[in-house]
């Protein structure tokens, strides 16, 4: 399994700013994932970081709202940009090796106000 | 995104009874695994299945995954207060994507 920490771990954000969450990993891992998960939901997934070149989005995600860095191997950073209250979400740092499981950080709580 | 169809939404049992539930897809997927979540943490993964067919246990939990690759259920043994919580399966695609269903929440009553 991998050790994931994400910071922060929550956090209360006046609408219209922007919040940038990251994520580290304690191994080289080589796929990395970002979700959401707006209350009572399941979890969405944002988009995959990829490794020296530009994060791949899903369907309904952009790159000026979420834009999203992956320097190295074993860390990664999400930006939440013109927060509004609907942004408020958990938001989950995954990681997956090909073929393994995914594993999750303990998410970072937003309030957006 | 690819959608999961997990049922039932919510159960409500007593200690010591047991629990199925399930979750089925469109597609096809090469993995499918299990997770619970508390309240303020991020999903623990339970169970992870690789091959169509195949049962795997972990303690009072057994999963399977569905010989067509695109459903799987997750069934707990003689269930016990802590085992309270949002239980969720997961899909993993051919581009290494992993897609979630929407959750089963189960309370259990002492």
């Known amino acids: 399994s991998a050790v994931i920490s994400q910071k922060p771990s929550r956090d209360i954000c006046q609408r219209g700013t922007s919040l940038t969450i990251q994520c580290q990993v304690d191994s080289q891992v080589t796929m990395m994932f970002w979700y959401r998960q707006q209350p009572g939901q399941s979890l969405t997934l944002i988009a995959t970081?990829?490794?020296?070149?530009?994060?791949?989005?899903e369907s309904g995600f952009v790159i000026d709202k979420f834009p999203i860095s992956r320097p190295n191997l074993t860390f990664s950073t999400l930006t939440v940009s013109n927060m509004s209250p609907e942004d408020s979400s958990i938001y989950l740092c995954s990681v997956g090796p090909l073929n393994t499981e995914a594993f999750f950080g303990q998410g970072t709580r937003l309030t957006v106000v | 995104g690819q959608q999961l169809n997990q049922s039932p939404q919510s159960m409500f049992i007593q200690e010591g009874e047991d629990v199925s539930m399930n979750c089925t897809s469109s597609?096809?997927?090469?993995?499918w695994l299990w997770y619970k979540q508390d309240p303020g943490e991020g999903p623990v993964l339970l169970i992870a299945l690789y091959k169509a067919g195949e049962l795997t246990s972990n303690g009072r939990l057994t999963a399977q995954f569905g010989i067509t690759r695109k459903d799987s259920f997750l069934n707990i043994s003689a269930s016990i207060p802590s085992d309270v919580g949002i239980y969720f399966c997961?899909?993993?695609?051919?581009?290494?994507?992993?897609?979630f269903g929407s959750g089963t929440k189960l309370n259990v009553k002492p």
């Open positions: 997961a899909g993993q695609n051919n581009f290494n994507k992993f897609y």
């Open positions: 970081a990829n490794q020296g070149s530009e994060a791949t989005y």
């Open positions: 597609s096809i997927f090469n993995t």
